[in-house]
């Protein structure tokens, strides 16, 4: 659900902010926006948060992937194989080493 854009933005003041609040906050959740005005100096923005979505739906991620590189999976591991050093440590060597997985109570 997405929110409405609005086509302009409403001046309100200091006291029309705290006198109509409620009327305000509806119509932030409408989408609307408000330029809050003291002594009709423009002090601040009143504007709707954008809500996330959370989930993308199918079609648009096939949409997005479409756009995106081809993954070459050879080409992948051999970087991987360059760059990673699977010999700096096994985390189960490390921990059968600790005697954390024996059950001696270490």
């Not at 601040?44 to 997005?64: K, N, Q, W, Y």
Request: charge should be neutral; hydrophobic fraction near 25%.
């Amino acid at each position: 659900m997405s929110t409405p854009q609005p086509d302009h933005t409403h001046q309100i003041s200091q006291r029309d902010l705290r006198n109509r609040s409620a009327e305000i906050m509806d119509g932030l959740e409408r989408g609307e926006r408000y330029a809050v005005t003291r002594n009709g100096h423009h002090i601040g923005d009143l504007v709707p948060i954008r809500r996330r979505r959370r989930a993308v739906s199918r079609a648009e991620f096939a949409a997005m992937s479409r756009s995106m590189p081809r993954l070459d999976d050879r080409k992948y591991r051999e970087d991987m194989d360059r760059h990673v050093d699977d010999g700096l440590y096994d985390p189960y060597d490390r921990a059968y080493g600790r005697g954390e997985f024996t059950g001696d109570g270490e």
